[in-house]
Structure formats: C-alpha cells, structure tokens
C-alpha cells in the first residue's frame, strides 16, 4: 500500500543537508567556481524548456535529485552575473555578505508592509538608507524608501512630480479633464528608457516626454531644456518634472544637475536624479563631484544592486518631500489599519506594492560587513581598473575612445589602422558587431554594446568584486585576437598592415 503523502515542510535533517551541500557549492561558487563557465549561456532559444518536464512531477522527488538537475539542467542556461568577466551593462556582485543575508531573508519571510508585520526590517530600511545617504553626502532632508529597482524609483518619482503638479489627479485622473493643460517632463535623449516607461503608466503618454539633446559629451543641454520648458510654456503646457542622469546608460555621461536645478529651482519644477549606476561612485571624495548639485533636487535613485555589491534586487529611493508620494499613494483599507499608523511609519504608504520583501538587511550586511573605507576602496579599485583599460585601448592603433571615459565605463570600437579611408560607417558597424559577438562567444568575458552618435560602440564596465587585472588585459587581448581573426577572414577585401610586434 503507498505511504500518505507527509504533510508539513521538508523533514529538517534533509534540510539541513541539502543546505549543507549548497552551502559549499555557493562558497565554491562565489570563490572562483564561476569561472569555470561561459560567462554568457551557449543554450539556444528554448532549449532549457525543452529540458524540463512539461508537467509537474505527481509525487515529491528527493531534493538531492532536484539540486542535480539543477545543476545539470539548469546551470548551462545561466549567464553569470555573479563572473568576473562580466563586463556587460552595468553589472555589480552578489557579495558573501548580500548571499548570506538573502538567505536570512528567505527564510524569515518577512513581509514589510506596515511597521507591526516587521517593525525591524522597517526600522532597519531607514538606518541602512540613512547611512547610504550619509556617504553619498546628501543631505538629512532626504528621506529613503526601498524598491526593487531603478525603474521603479524612476516611476515613484515622476509619479510623485504628478501629485505636486496635478491638481486632484488622485482622484480625478487625467482622462477627460477639461481644467487640465497638456503636462511635460523632460530628459535627456540619453535617460534611461524607464523614464518613458513611466510616462507610459503614469499615463502621461510618451509624447510627454520631451528628448532634450545631448552635448558632445552626450551631456544633456540646459540651453536646449531651457528653450523647450520656455516654448512649452508659452504654448500653455504645464512641466512638471525633469530627469537628470548621473551616469546615463549608454556612456556613463553626467548631466549638469546645478544648472538643470537651477531651472528648476526656478519654476518649482520637480527633480528628479537617476543616478542608479554611477550613485555610489560620489562616496569617494574624488568623485563626489559628480552629485554636485543633487543635494538640491526632489528625488534621487541610486541602486545598490548595481554598483554596491548587492545582490538583486534593491534600489534606494531618496525623497526631500516624502509626504508627496505618501499623499499621492497611501490608503488603508479596514483590514490594513493598525494602532501605530502616525506614531510609525507604513512602509506601504510610499510605493505601489503591497507585500515588500525584507530588503534592508542585505544592504545593511553588506554595509556593516565592507564597511564605508571597504566599499570606497573596491569602488576606487574599479575606476583604476577601467582607466588602465582605457589605456590600453588608447595605445592600441585599431581601436578608438567613442566617449570619455565615465568612472568604470570605457565606450570604444575597433577601428583597423589598415582600414581603408571613407569605409563605409554601416560595414565598420558590422565589424564591431561582429567583433562583439566572437569575444562574447568564447566564455570568458562578456561584453555589451549601444549606439552612440549613429555609431555601433562596444562598452565595458567593471563592477565585480573579482574583477582584476588580469581579467580586463585579458578583454583587451581576446579584443585584440578577435579583431586580428575578423581582418584575416576579411583580408580579400582589404588587410590591416601588420603591427611592429607581428
Ligand atoms: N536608470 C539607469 C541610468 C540605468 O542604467 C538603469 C539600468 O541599467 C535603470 C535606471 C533601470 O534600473 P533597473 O534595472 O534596476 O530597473
């Protein structure tokens, strides 16, 4: 006759061995283990699906099995964020300390919706933010909230420009409201495409959103935002926000924040400062002054996910004006109300979710554990990393610089010395994106790409913890090599001439 089926969780002992197990995989993992895979998958579309049964199993399978499969089935179809050789977008680490506390986190399921369903990961997301802000140098006034990431802040925020500027728009929305001039937030062409997402479900529409030109440093131009706020209110528009970029996504390009606060300051024009990348960076004091100026705007985003060595997800929101976004967001429904509202604070009440998972702590361990000199100096590391890059690439006759260089983000391409003049722009784009691609392919780095100035730009950032040396020569070599294979391959066309070290 079958057993029943045992109800309640896993038995304890297999737990705590297969936590065991895993414990030491991680370790080995984190400690170099990850090298030994292709940084980015091989799978082709589909393939893990088609791996994976298609139904769930009927009865329980030991987990010994499961973390198996997990390791046969699904480890060739991850791209390995957590690789030193991850220099593609904007990466950062999941440190030991942000594993271990994930782990904690999993397994206390807090969920931080009001103060009493977790007073201490509440209290706890307002001394890791306070200290956060402490370093990044903003002022007191700024109050923080945690989200998930940097397009959520970026919606809070323009959500929170909405409440300031709309008259009733909580209540009345923006449909068919005959009292309501067309509104208007600004950006640079280069902002983050969040920015237009959020525009999309605020509501706004993306014709909202005024593109403002770049410099040729792909800078925003606050001769060109002051010219179209000023046509836009001539023409009866309402501004309500503008987003400035410390460290845009393309080319790690920093708006003028003083200047665009001064318009702003102005007009009481809603600020707001996506400095999801490049925030941390203004922790050394000789970068800070890339927040020049950000002490002055409504609301800043820096994610910690990204370049504070955080495992996904969390993103710091800093609010000057907290009550807006509590007025434009909180309700209480009878099942919610509890006896502390006004004497604490509702976590709830400043964001669009619900349910919040007990973030802080992996900020704060990471923190308590790297401590402020320890962050500075892996950051500081970064930059010195990125510059040699920079410079290897700068004596190196087939490749250009397509952006200055923005503290860990080289933007570049190849460019062979032996290619011949006028090469048409769309087959040099074609090279790259076909250097890209074999670099890519062979495993031990991974690199990204975008488009700056119509020009097909490679990037590489350093934000890991075990990036070193060795790994960004190495990018320039495999750089190098591939770029040497392309031109042979293509040498019935025409040959770059050989270097004085061939
Ligand atoms: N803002 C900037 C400048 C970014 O570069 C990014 C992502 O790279 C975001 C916002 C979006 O952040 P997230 O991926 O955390 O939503």
């Known amino acids: 006759m079958q057993q029943p089926t045992p109800l309640g969780d896993m038995d304890n002992e297999s737990f705590r061995r297969s936590a065991h197990r895993l414990v030491d995989w991680i370790a080995r993992y984190l400690d170099g283990g990850a090298d030994s895979y292709p940084v980015l998958s091989r799978v082709r579309p589909g393939e893990i699906q088609a791996s994976l049964p298609a139904a769930a199993p009927a009865h329980g399978r030991p987990m010994p099995e499961i973390l198996d499969d997990f390791e046969r089935l699904l480890m060739p179809g991850l ?26 986190t999993a397994a206390l399921n807090q969920q931080a919706m009001l103060w009493r369903t977790s007073p201490a990961a509440t209290e706890l997301e307002a001394v890791a933010l306070g200290w956060l802000r402490d370093l990044l140098g903003l002022p007191p006034a700024f109050d923080g909230v945690i989200f998930d990431g940097g397009s959520s802040s970026n919606l809070h925020a323009l959500l929170a420009a909405r409440q300031a500027a709309v008259a009733e728009v909580r209540t009345r929305g923006l449909l068919a409201r005959g009292d309501l001039p067309p509104v208007r937030v600004y950006c640079s062409e280069h902002a983050h495409s969040s920015v237009d997402k959020a525009a999309i479900v605020l509501g706004l529409g993306q014709e909202a959103l005024r593109k403002i030109p770049a410099d040729d440093r792909y800078r925003m131009r606050t001769d060109a935002l002051a010219e179209a706020i000023g046509d836009d209110e001539a023409a009866g528009v309402l501004p309500i926000a503008v987003v400035a970029t410390v460290g845009t996504t393309s080319s790690g390009s920093i708006d003028p924040v003083p200047a665009v606060a001064d318009l702003c300051g102005a007009r009481r024009i809603w600020l707001h400062v996506d400095a999801s990348w490049a925030g941390p960076a203004a922790m050394l004091p000789e970068e800070a002054a890339i927040f020049d100026g950000v002490e002055r705007a409504d609301s800043v985003v820096v994610n910690p996910h990204k370049w504070l060595f955080t495992p996904l997800d969390l993103s710091a929101f800093y609010c000057r004006r907290m009550e807006v976004l509590e007025a434009a967001l909180a309700l209480t429904p009878e099942y919610l109300a509890t006896k502390e509202a006004g004497a604490a604070r509702n976590l709830m009440d400043t964001g669009i979710a619900l349910g919040r998972r007990f973030r802080a702590l992996k900020l704060w361990m990471v923190m308590s554990s790297f401590g402020a000199d320890g962050l500075r100096a892996r950051i500081r590391e970064h930059i010195r990393l990125t510059d040699g890059f920079a410079s290897q690439l700068r004596a190196d006759p087939d490749f250009e610089l397509l952006a200055p260089v923005s503290l860990a983000l080289v933007c570049f391409r190849a460019v062979p010395s032996g290619c011949p003049a006028g090469m048409p722009a769309a087959e040099l784009d074609e090279l790259n994106a076909a250097l890209l691609e074999r670099v890519n392919a062979g495993g031990e780095v991974y690199l990204s790409h975008t488009r700056l100035g119509g020009r097909y730009t490679l990037r590489l950032v350093v934000g890991h913890l075990r990036t070193s040396e060795m790994h960004v020569r190495s990018a320039h070599e495999l750089l190098r090599r591939g770029l040497d ?3 042979e391959v293509r040498s019935g066309t025409w040959r770059a001439p050989a270097r004085p070290s061939d």
């Open 79 to 104: 791209t390995h964020w957590n690789h030193p050789g991850f220099m593609a977008y904007f990466n950062s680490s999941a440190s030991g300390p942000g594993v271990l506390a994930e782990l904690l």
């Open 485 to 487: 294979e392309l031109l």
